[in-house]
């Protein structure tokens, strides 16, 4: 009876191509956009999450003025010095080290090409704060730092576009009037999670940037290392009350200078991405819904087409039984073929998109399962209620149904 | 005398319930003897359809007895009722109720496939079948490809590949012309005779039934009269 009832149903999902097809591109669509649009928000979660770690995310970023948004009026709070580096390293417990940045901007030229970038004044603590690693060279040594001699460690866009992809290292170019021994390359960061192109940027040590381009001691940004093992509020606060002392910030005055926490960022923005995901998905979840409904359409229509037939099946000898069957082994097979086909559509959807959106390609084998099981379930059951009805009918009643 | 094949004692329907009720079959009683080739008369409403459905198994009475082969039928399940049809029924009905985009061999075959019988000798069973209906070069094409009455003589050998032993026909010629009328009503006379098929045919058209043995009258949901036919026509057609 199996047999049969198999060879009755696949016969006629073959007889009738345009019905078939249009009750499988229902689950078709469903499931393709609900595995694409959540693989695809997983993806850009994911993403964003490993910009984020590579940013850092036990790292304070000190800056002079009140933050955003507010300050405005008075005069520019002053830059910090790098005594105060040394008070927060020493003084401060639970910090690992402590990177300045003294910034300026100019041209580099180098054989003819010249860029547009950002000159970056710090010292080996800056990769000790933010894991980046070299692609090629080598970091500062002590007496290099010391001495604020003129080396430079290169982002990847200034390779491409002074070196055009070539040998940088060991090579010399010259930037504001200065030449620059080239020591190292940077690895490739890509675009921040925030604006901004990583990779262009030199680093020099910050006495020679003090030393040559900026003409003081100052330092405009501290990059704090918090450990692990304390909390970066209380570290934080701690680096608030020494630098309050020693700018001499006393009673109810505000901060001139502000802290902020890259674990907090990454908090938020983990948020964000993790809601747009749901967003996505709520809306994947309704075209599958959307999808449903229309193979629900098209299973009652058909059934209702059918009703002659179940009662020609009927009258000729056919179990009731029987007829149902065939009707449950047509949905399930069309269900699962138009699942299936949904799957694929989907991996080649996100195989298209994920280098478009700059994510990596990413499988997730839960949410395939999840869609395909839903679509199936909707073709089993909207495809074997009606038709138990119109089995259950008499078949003298079935066959006169118009 | 043997015992007839079927007999109906008292048999009522009726529709709906309440002060709306509708009593379609008054108290039928009716003997079938095997090989008979009934038609079955009356004007519309006369209960000639029901009684043919409950005959057919198709439909239940509400009250009454109906004995098959001198076993009750008024008491078996609706999947008994199936097995009953499917052994010794078959069904021409007046809309042919093929299955569409379906071949003619496929048709035939459906009741076969049922059945459970192997493929090869349904092929050769539904063969034999068209062959019989003068249809076997016709077996590829479907219900739309084909007359009314092609379509009706391949609804006949999906009838008969089962070799029933009762074919109830429910007004067989009603969609047709008088030409091919006559032809369908002179393929179940060689039906009745050649394969000892017993034949009830609902009709409404006094020519066709000329070719019954026996002509059963029902007038307002009861038997009115039964008369044998004694020069029933299509014997002589056939030896030709």
Redesign the interface.
Same mark, same amino acid.
């Given at each position: 009876?199996i047999g049969?009832t198999f060879? @009755?149903a696949l *016969?006629s999902i073959r %007889?009738?191509v345009l019905r078939s097809f249009l009750t499988v591109l229902g689950i078709v669509i469903g499931v393709a956009a609900v595995v694409t649009m959540v693989t695809l928000g997983n993806a850009t979660t994911a993403a964003v999450q490993s910009q984020i770690s590579a940013l850092g995310t036990n790292i304070l970023q000190i800056r002079p003025g009140q933050g955003f948004g507010r300050g405005g009026g008075g005069p520019r709070p002053p830059d910090f010095e790098m005594d105060d580096l040394e008070a927060i390293a020493q003084q401060i417990a639970g910090v690992t080290a402590v990177a300045p940045q003294a910034q300026t901007s100019g041209t580099a030229i180098y054989e003819g090409a010249n860029w547009s970038t950002t000159v970056n004044g710090t010292t080996d603590a800056y990769f000790t704060v933010q894991p980046w690693p070299l692609a090629e060279g080598r970091t500062f040594t002590p007496a290099e730092e010391q001495a604020g001699k003129s080396v430079c460690i290169i982002g990847n866009t200034i390779r491409q576009n002074l070196y055009r992809g070539g040998g940088a290292v060991g090579t010399r170019f010259r930037i504001k009037g200065v030449s620059c021994d080239v020591i190292g390359v940077l690895s490739t960061r890509g675009q921040a999670g925030f604006g901004g192109d990583q990779d262009d940027i030199v680093i020099m040590p910050v006495k020679a940037v003090q030393r040559r381009f900026t003409g003081n001691q100052n330092v405009s940004v501290m990059l704090v290392g918090v450990d692990q093992n304390y909390a970066n509020e209380q570290v934080q606060a701690s680096i608030t009350d020494l630098l309050r002392e020693r700018r001499k910030i006393t009673g109810g005055k505000d901060d001139d200078f502000n802290i902020f926490d890259t674990k907090q960022i990454s908090e938020t923005l983990t948020g964000t991405t993790t809601l747009l995901t749901r967003i996505v998905a709520t809306v994947a979840a309704i075209s599958l819904l959307v999808g449903g409904i229309g193979i629900m359409n098209i299973m009652l229509v058909s059934v209702t087409e059918r009703t *002659? &037939?179940i009662? =020609? %099946? @009927?009258? =000729?000898?056919?179990?009731? *039984? &029987?007829v149902l069957l065939q009707f449950l082994v047509e949905a399930i097979v069309l269900s699962c073929l138009g699942g299936l086909a949904g799957l694929v559509i989907a991996q080649l959807a996100i195989a298209v998109l994920s280098p478009l959106m700059q994510v990596s390609w990413m499988f997730d084998a839960q949410i395939n399962v999840i869609a395909f099981a839903i679509s199936a379930i909707i073709g089993v059951v909207f495809g074997y209620f009606p038709a138990r009805r119109a089995a259950s009918l008499?078949? =003298?009643d079935a @066959?006169r149904h118009e | 005398m043997a015992d007839p094949i079927i007999r109906l004692s008292g048999i009522v329907k009726t529709y709906g319930e309440g002060p709306t009720a509708f009593q379609a079959l008054k108290g039928i009683d009716l003997d079938i003897m095997p090989g008979d080739f009934i038609a079955v008369m009356g004007a519309s409403g006369s209960g000639k359809s029901t009684t043919m459905n409950i005959l057919g198994c198709l439909d239940v009475p509400t009250r009454g007895q109906y004995l098959f082969r001198g076993h009750r039928v008024e008491v078996l399940t609706r999947d008994q009722r199936a097995l009953l049809r499917r052994k010794y029924f078959g069904f021409v009905f007046q809309g042919f109720n093929l299955l569409s985009r379906t071949s003619a061999l496929e048709n035939v075959e459906l009741p076969l496939v049922y059945r459970g019988d192997p493929k090869a000798e349904r092929h050769d069973a539904a063969m034999a079948a068209l062959d019989k209906v003068g249809l076997k070069d016709w077996w590829d094409h479907t219900p739309a490809e084909l007359s009314g009455g092609q379509q009706q003589r391949v609804a006949i050998a999906r009838a008969i590949v089962t070799r029933p032993q009762v074919l109830l026909a429910d007004e067989p010629t009603g969609n047709l012309d008088s030409e091919r009328s006559v032809e369908i009503m002179q393929l179940l006379s060689d039906l009745n005779r050649n394969s000892g098929i017993t034949v009830l045919m609902v009709t409404h058209e006094p020519d066709m039934a000329e070719f019954a043995h026996t002509l059963v009258h029902f007038k307002d949901g009861l038997v009115e009269r039964i008369e044998a036919n004694p020069k029933p026509l299509g014997l002589a057609g056939s030896d030709a």
């Open positions: 009876m049969t060879f @009755l *016969r %007889r009738h *002659r &037939e009662g =020609i %099946r @009927l009258a =000729i000898g056919a179990v009731a *039984r &029987e008499n078949p =003298i @066959l | -």
